[in-house]
Every structure is written in C-alpha cells, then in structure tokens.
C-alpha cells in the first residue's frame, strides 16, 4: 500500500475548492505537503482518466475535468492504482509444504471479498462529499 491514493483525494479536493481558478502544481503540492513533480505526475494520471484537466497559459494550472459530485473515490481509486490489487499475495511459497502450496488460493478468496467491498464503499463516496466533510471538519475546528 502507498500513498498515491490518499494523495491523488488531495488533489482532488483541493481543486474542487478552487471556485474553477486553476491552481499550479506547486500551490497543491504546498497542501500536500511534497514536491510538486509528484503532483504532475499524479495529475496526469487524473487527466489520462478524465478526472482533471490542464488549462494552459497565463494563470493557467490544473482544474476538476467533471464537477465534483460526479468524481466517485473509486475512479480515483483506479486512475492511480498502478498494480491493480490492494493486497498483494507472496508468489512463491514452497509447494511442498501444505501450507505453502495452498495459501495463495485460499487467501485470494479472502482478499477478493474485501477488494470488492471496498470498491463498493469507494463508489458511494465521491469527492464533494469529501469537500463537504472537510469544510465540516474545518468548521468545527475553527469553532474550538
């Protein structure tokens, strides 16, 4: 597991606060809080996958491709995800041992059940209701 999850819902969010400004790679990495090269490059992977887009020019920078509510965690959740598995399963265990020689099958039926459900739950969340949760979280912060 890594971050480029957690970090391409950043991007996300942040851009759908923009009001439809285009914010610089560097703007959002300053939110992220990393370098800006990794935020070109999970920004094109957001674009390759119609989920951003770049406005050129003077000004110019990255924008939301489709309005926030229709962005699902889920479309995010596969633009970036480069392996295509959540768990990965060791690929060589000794076939000699019972264990080892069954492991990979009985463990892939566990892991898939919970691929699945979280590919669900991905898809009930989009990134306004993330926004939302931030600006709510936000205000309750500011409130203390």
């Known amino acids: 597991m890594n971050t480029r999850f957690a970090v391409a819902v950043h991007i996300l969010a942040f851009l759908g606060t923009q009001d439809g400004i285009p914010a610089s790679s560097e703007l959002i990495a300053g939110s992220v809080n990393t370098n800006a090269s990794l935020i ?3 920004l094109s992977q957001l674009t390759r996958a119609g989920l951003a887009r770049s406005q050129m020019g003077t000004g110019g920078g990255a924008l939301l491709a489709m309005d926030a509510g229709k962005i699902t965690l889920l479309e995010v959740y596969r633009a970036v995800d480069e392996q295509g598995d959540v768990f990965a ?9 019972m ?3 069954n492991i990979q099958a009985v463990l892939r039926v566990r892991i898939d059940e919970a691929e699945r459900a979280l590919q669900a739950e991905l898809a009930r969340t ?7 949760d931030i600006a709510a979280k936000d205000s309750i912060s500011a409130a203390d």
């Open 40 to 42: 070109r490059r999970l």
């Open 126 to 132: 989009t990134i306004a209701d993330i926004a939302a």
């Open 99 to 101: 264990v080892g020689r």
């Open 89 to 97: 399963i060791h690929q060589d265990p000794n076939p000699k041992c």
